[in-house]
């Protein structure tokens, strides 16, 4: 168990529906990064918050959203699904400096049919 | 493209073998880090590389940062079945922006 919790583990929807997945970091850290994985694009960065406020933006597409709530965990929130959707998406934390590594998650395997 | 290329994509090799794995780039980074990461998981941290020709050691892997901060190898000794998995770098540019390469996807046969 790495510390970092991600709800649920498999979800399995319907092109057009909209989905939330969540993610609790590890107690302390402050940080919170979300990172789609697929096959044939790697792990690619969506957007980070750091303490409540969002810090960074990667490629995450206008149909997608993301918070994090006081109590610092976070929810990442998917629109209008399309089958290219379909990855894993996992929630990363850290305290607050890059250079201490990422905790990962166990990530969500979401499935867009 | 990606930022950070890792080589070679895939390598499967017998229990007891040596093995290097490759992370370029044409970035330069003001660390670098390596992960693990096995099917249905998440990555998993390795190691952490900061300074230009920083060598790190854990158990039978070794982690060398080039001194231009622009690559990276990770040697694996006398190779093991659960040694198997995504090897993933990744490279923390000045902007504070953190790139991953694709990875490379090791098989150890016993």
């Known amino acids: 168990d790495s510390g970092v919790t991600q709800t649920p583990k498999h979800l399995i929807t319907a092109t057009g529906q909209r989905v939330t997945l969540r993610c609790s970091p590890r107690?302390?850290?402050?940080?919170v990064y979300w990172y789609q994985q697929s096959l044939d694009q790697g792990l690619q960065f969506l957007i980070q918050y750091y303490n409540g406020e969002e810090r960074a933006k990667g490629n995450i597409l206008e149909r997608f959203s993301a918070q994090q709530f006081p109590d610092l965990h976070s929810e990442l929130n998917l629109s209008s699904l399309e089958l290219g959707d379909s990855a894993l998406y996992f929630c990363?934390?850290?305290?607050?400096?890059?250079?201490?590594?990422?905790?990962f998650g166990s990530g969500t395997r979401l499935t867009v049919v | 493209t990606q930022l950070l290329e890792q080589s070679p994509q895939f390598l499967s090799i017998q229990e007891g073998e040596n093995l290097t794995v490759y992370c370029n780039s044409s970035s330069v980074f003001s660390s670098l880090q390596w992960y693990r990461q096995e099917p249905g998981e998440g990555p998993v941290l390795l190691v952490t590389v900061v300074t230009g020709g920083e060598v790190k050691k854990l158990k039978r892997l070794t982690f060398q940062f080039g001194d231009a901060r622009k690559d990276s190898s990770l040697h694996i000794t006398a190779a093991q079945p659960g040694d198997t998995g995504l090897y993933l770098c990744?490279?923390?540019?000045?902007?504070?922006?953190?790139?991953f390469g694709a990875g490379t996807r090791l098989t150890v046969k016993p």
């Open positions: 990363a934390s850290s305290v607050a400096g890059h250079n201490y590594g990422y905790t």
């Open positions: 990744a490279g923390l540019e000045d902007n504070n922006d953190m790139r």
């Open positions: 107690s302390g850290d402050l940080s």
